[in-house]
């Protein structure tokens, strides 16, 4: 029973390169997203899928890019990555907002710790 | 923005003893939820309580919810080295599938 699944779990980056942050979850869920977690700023929310085939900029958006390959994946992709964002991303996943109960409990990997020099 | 913050930023305890963390947030809720991080590991959802509760309890830990007040406790008894950990509370926002997190407060429990 995997859950979230993040890849890479650490990676190092030079100014200026690309790369894509994967994530996929076995659970039916439809809502998925992606946090930054920077010492003494929480977790803050970068982009959020709330169904498949839907993407919502959340929070802190500038400089990413998500696509929702199907209801299982979600990416994230730094398209010109910038020391700025050095942090650790997570993934998570829940199931539907449900009336009137609410948000749903959400699912996290073990994230993804970036580096960029 | 932040919706969600708790209060101390950091504890340390002894073994055995309890831990209170407190979260206040600003706008009207759905649902608290409190969640548990152990160092460098994701999030694990503990506990759920509904905006119509004012109490819940899941084995050792108690989670009291004031409306009125807008805040919420999280109660650890007798705690355990193992609950060692970073403990964060989310707040709906609204009406999305979005949840906003507080700043976390860092529990330490020496054996």
């Known amino acids: 029973n995997a859950g979230v699944t993040q890849t890479p779990k650490f990676q190092v980056l030079k100014t200026g390169q690309s790369m894509t942050l994967q994530c996929a979850q076995d659970?039916?869920?439809?809502?998925m997203y992606w946090y930054r977690q920077d010492p003494g700023m929480g977790l803050r929310l970068i982009y959020y899928?709330?169904?498949?085939?839907?993407?919502d900029k959340g929070e802190v958006p500038n400089g990413y890019n998500v696509s929702r390959l199907n209801k299982r994946e979600f990416s994230l992709r730094l398209e010109s990555a910038a020391p700025s964002q050095t942090s650790v991303y997570f993934c998570?996943?829940?199931?539907?907002?449900?009336?009137?109960?609410?948000?749903?409990?959400?699912?996290f990997g073990d994230g993804t710790r970036l580096s960029i020099l | 923005s932040q919706q969600g913050e708790e209060d101390p930023q950091a504890l340390s305890i002894q073994e055995g003893e309890n831990a209170t963390m407190n979260c206040s947030y600003k706008?009207?809720?759905?649902?608290l939820q409190w969640y548990r991080q152990n160092s460098g590991r994701g999030l694990v959802h503990l506990i759920l309580?509904?905006?119509?509760?004012r109490e819940k309890h899941s084995g050792r830990l108690r989670v009291t919810l004031d409306t009125s007040k807008k805040s919420s406790s999280l109660l650890i008894t007798a705690s355990r080295a193992a609950d060692t950990a970073s403990y964060f509370c989310?707040?709906?926002?609204?009406?999305?599938?979005?949840?906003?997190f507080g700043k976390g407060t860092k529990l330490t429990v020496n054996p």
């Open positions: 998570a996943s829940s199931e539907a907002l449900r009336a009137p109960g609410g948000n749903q409990p959400q699912h």
């Open positions: 899928s709330a169904s498949e085939g839907t993407t």
């Open positions: 706008t009207s809720i759905n649902n």
């Open positions: 659970m039916n869920h439809n809502s």
């Open positions: 309580i509904r905006s119509n509760e």
């Open positions: 989310a707040t709906g926002e609204g009406g999305s599938e979005k949840l906003v």
